[in-house]
C-alpha cells in the first residue's frame, strides 16, 4: 500500500500510465489505488483526486466542508493550520467530532449521523451557520434562559435541602413521639401492674385471715382441750369426785361437739391457689398490630363554631376557634345519639385519639369519643389540643339526662353538641 502525501513517481491505475506528481488522492490510498491529487479539503485535511473532489462536494456529511481545488495553492502547514471548527465529540460515534444539527429532530451530530439517520433531515452545518452566533437573538435569549434556569434550579435546590431539614426535624419529632407514647404506655402498664399486685394482695390476705380464723379456733380448742385434762388429773389425785365429775361432762360435751369437723370443713373450702390470667386484649394489640404507624397527611378537618368553654383544667377559658376531625364511619353505632356528628370518633382510647389530634397538630382540634372506662353518668369525653398539649375533659350526664362538661356546674346544656357551639 502507498504512503499519504507526496510522492515522485506512481502509475496511475485510471491513466494507464506512469506520471510523475506531488500527491495522491488520500481517499484513492485506501483501496489501493494511487490517484493523482486534485484538490484538497481543509476539514478533512486530505488530497482529493479530480472524482473523489466532485463527490466530497455532493456528499450531504461533506458539502459544507471548505475545498481547495488548485493544489499548487495549499499551504504548507495546511494540515496544521489552526481552525475554528468543533472539538466536541460525537455521544453516538465516539470517534467523530460534533459538525452538524439537525433542525428537525434538535440534535447535534457528526457526518456519520447525518449520513445514517438524518439522510432526508434539514441539517446545519456548524462551521458555516456559526458565524456572528453571538450577535444574534438566539444567543442572547439562550444566556438569559440558562441564567433564568440557573436561578431555578438554585431555588429548588435551597428548597430540597430545607426539606431535608424539614424530614430531619419530623424523624426527630417522630422519635419523640414514640418515646412519649412508650412511657405513657409504660406507665399505663406500671399503674394496671400496681392494681393486679394490689388485687392479688387482697385476695392474699383474704384468705389468710379465713386461715388464721381456724388456726385461732384450733388453739382455743386446744386451750380447752388442756385445762380439762388439767383438772380431772387434778381432782382425781386430790379425790374430789364432784369437780371430777365436772371436768368429765365438759370433756364430753367438747368431744362430742361438731367443733373440728366443721373448723376441718372450712378449711378444706379456703384455696391457697389462684393463678394470673394475662389480658388477652392488650397482649394481642401489642403483638399483633405493632406498636404504631405513620402518616404522611392531617385528617380533614370540619370548622365548627367557637367552643366557649373547653374546660377548668385548660389554660384559657375560651378558644379562639376549634375544629372537630372527622371520626371513621365504622367507629359510629347507630344507637349511639352521637352517631351522626362527625367529630364523633366512637368507641376509641385515649391513646388513638391523642394520636389522632397530634396528626391534625392545630390549636382548638378536638373530638368526642365514648368513655371507655365510663359508666352511665360519664359516657363520653372531650379531647382538645392546645398549645402543643392534650386536654381530655369529661362529659358527665346527670339524673335528668342532661350533659355537662368537666365540672362546670352551670354549662348544663340538652346535649353534647350544645357544648360545642
Given at each position: 500500500?502507498?504512503?499519504?502525501?507526496?510522492?515522485?513517481?506512481?502509475?496511475?491505475?485510471?491513466q494507464g500510465s506512469t506520471e510523475d506528481y506531488d500527491y495522491n488522492c488520500d481517499a484513492c490510498l485506501t483501496s489501493d489505488q494511487q490517484v493523482e491529487a486534485y484538490g484538497y479539503c481543509f476539514d478533512c485535511k486530505d488530497y482529493l483526486c479530480i472524482t473523489c473532489y466532485k463527490s466530497h462536494g455532493k456528499n450531504r456529511a461533506s458539502r459544507h466542508h471548505k475545498l481547495l481545488d488548485n493544489i499548487d495553492n495549499i499551504p504548507a502547514n495546511a494540515s496544521t493550520l489552526p481552525e475554528d471548527t468543533c472539538v466536541d465529540k460525537c455521544s453516538v460515534h465516539a470517534n467523530e467530532i460534533i459538525k452538524f444539527f439537525c433542525v428537525e429532530h434538535s440534535i447535534l451530530g457528526c457526518s456519520d449521523c447525518v449520513t445514517l439517520e438524518h439522510r432526508t433531515c434539514t441539517i446545519d452545518y456548524i462551521p458555516e451557520k456559526c458565524q456572528g452566533i453571538e450577535d444574534t437573538t438566539e444567543y442572547s435569549v439562550t444566556i438569559q434562559k440558562l441564567s433564568n434556569l440557573l436561578e431555578q434550579s438554585n431555588a429548588v435546590k435551597a428548597k430540597a435541602t430545607d426539606k431535608i431539614c424539614e424530614l430531619e426535624q419530623t424523624q426527630t419529632n417522630v422519635v419523640d413521639d414514640i418515646n412519649r407514647f412508650q412511657k405513657e404506655l409504660n406507665e399505663h402498664i406500671d399503674e394496671l401492674k400496681k392494681q393486679s399486685i394490689h388485687e392479688s394482695e387482697r385476695v392474699k390476705k383474704l384468705k389468710e385471715n379465713d386461715i388464721r380464723n381456724v388456726i385461732d379456733t384450733c388453739d382455743e380448742l386446744t386451750s380447752n382441750i388442756r385445762q380439762i385434762q388439767s383438772s380431772l388429773k387434778h381432782t382425781t389425785a386430790a379425790k374430789l369426785d364432784c369437780q371430777t365429775y365436772v371436768s368429765v361432762k365438759r370433756g364430753e360435751n367438747l368431744v362430742t361437739s361438731q367443733d373440728i369437723k366443721v373448723l376441718e370443713k372450712a378449711l378444706e373450702k379456703i384455696g391457697t391457689k389462684f393463678m394470673f390470667e394475662r389480658n388477652t386484649d392488650i397482649a394481642s394489640s401489642l403483638c399483633q398490630t405493632g406498636f404504631g404507624k405513620l402518616s404522611g397527611s392531617a385528617a380533614p378537618v370540619v370548622p365548627v363554631r367557637t367552643l366557649h368553654r373547653a374546660a377548668d383544667s385548660c389554660p384559657s377559658a375560651t378558644l379562639a376557634?376549634?375544629?372537630?376531625?372527622?371520626?371513621?364511619?365504622?367507629?359510629?353505632?347507630?344507637?349511639?345519639?352521637?352517631?351522626?356528628?362527625?367529630?364523633?370518633?366512637?368507641?376509641?382510647?385515649?391513646?388513638?385519639?391523642?394520636?389522632?389530634?397530634?396528626?391534625?397538630?392545630?390549636?382548638?382540634?378536638?373530638?368526642?369519643?365514648?368513655?371507655?372506662?365510663?359508666?352511665?353518668?360519664?359516657?363520653?369525653?372531650?379531647?382538645?389540643?392546645?398549645?402543643?398539649?392534650?386536654?381530655?375533659?369529661?362529659?358527665?350526664?346527670?339524673?335528668?339526662?342532661?350533659?355537662?362538661?368537666?365540672?362546670?356546674?352551670?354549662?348544663?346544656?340538652?346535649?353534647?353538641?350544645?357544648m360545642l357551639l
Open positions: 500500500m502507498a504512503a499519504q502525501g507526496r510522492t515522485t513517481r506512481s502509475s496511475s491505475v485510471f376557634r376549634a375544629y372537630g376531625i372527622h371520626g371513621p364511619h365504622q367507629a359510629r353505632v347507630q344507637s349511639d345519639p352521637l352517631s351522626t356528628e362527625e367529630w364523633y370518633h366512637g368507641e376509641i382510647d385515649r391513646f388513638d385519639a391523642d394520636k389522632r389530634l397530634t396528626a391534625v397538630g392545630q390549636d382548638g382540634t378536638f373530638l368526642v369519643r365514648k368513655s371507655i372506662h365510663g359508666d352511665k353518668s360519664q359516657p363520653y369525653s372531650l379531647a382538645v389540643l392546645y398549645s402543643g398539649h392534650i386536654y381530655n375533659i369529661k362529659i358527665r350526664k346527670t339524673h335528668d339526662g342532661k350533659m355537662v362538661l368537666g365540672e362546670d356546674r352551670e354549662g348544663i346544656r340538652n346535649h353534647v353538641s350544645d
